[in-house]
């Protein structure tokens, strides 16, 4: 279990954001079930709404029989604002990861939407399969996608996420579409994609990790997200929302 290589791209691959007039606060945890075993647990917390900022902060950890074979932890937070359409645009991004193999703390700074890696202090050696940053423009951060894709909606908004992640070094894609309403619930099918800067052997593993997303009522017209669906390299794992 790899943030690299699963939860970041995933989910993402993380959540939310800052107080503004009208803005919504949010807060989540959710339990992460691998092979019907608890490996640990998501939350987040933050607010934000369109035409205002955002700021956002969550942390990934596993516990359990996970924790035993394989310790992971990724902290970040996230600032931006959100367009009038909803669109996501960070300002600054920063994280703490633990991978098991690398450690990292990483910080990326936005101008006019390009993102640039101004920190680093990791033991992770550059490889010639890295991406540009420069090359990143209208890209968000994984927290950042995370966020936009946990959050909750108006009911009838669920299912449109489409959105091109950059974590420093690798370009991904994040999809939701096909709402299908299930009862009072609404369920997503999703995709997370690798594009560019994984290893070649990454590439040749695998490039597309299907999921679901299913939303229930929140109240005051809202719909949540209650659970998270996916097949990972490591077998079948959920979200789920305590």
């Not at 009038?84 to 300002?91: E, I, M």
Request: aromatic share 8%; hydrophobic share 40%; charged share 25%.
């Amino acid at each position: 279990m790899q943030v690299s290589k699963g939860l970041t791209g995933v989910i993402f691959a993380a959540a939310l954001l800052s107080a503004t007039t009208g803005a919504r606060a949010e807060q989540a945890e959710f339990d992460f079930v691998l092979r019907g075993i608890s490996a640990g647990a998501l939350t987040w917390s933050g607010d934000g709404a369109p035409g205002a900022a955002y700021s956002v902060k969550g942390r990934l950890k596993t516990a359990g029989l996970a924790a035993l074979l394989k310790k992971v932890r990724y902290d970040a937070t996230a600032s931006g604002t959100i367009t009038a359409k909803g669109t996501y645009l960070p300002r600054a991004y920063s994280e703490d990861a633990d991978t098991g193999k690398r450690k990292s703390q990483s910080t990326l700074r936005y101008s006019k939407g390009v993102p640039a890696l101004t920190s680093t202090n990791t033991n992770r050696k550059p490889r010639a399969y890295d991406v540009d940053p420069a090359t990143q423009g209208g890209t968000v951060d994984p927290l950042t996608a995370m966020f936009a894709t946990l959050r909750e909606v108006a009911a009838g908004q669920e299912c449109r996420v489409d959105l091109k992640m950059f974590d420093g070094h690798r370009a991904s894609r994040l999809v939701t579409s096909a709402a299908k309403a299930t009862g009072d619930k609404v369920v997503c099918s999703g995709e997370y994609r690798r594009v560019a800067g994984f290893s070649p052997e990454d590439m040749a593993e695998k490039t597309r990790f299907p999921f679901t997303l299913t939303y229930a009522p929140a109240g005051e017209g809202r719909m949540r997200v209650v659970e998270v669906a996916m097949d990972t390299l490591y077998g079948k794992a959920r979200l789920v929302r305590r």
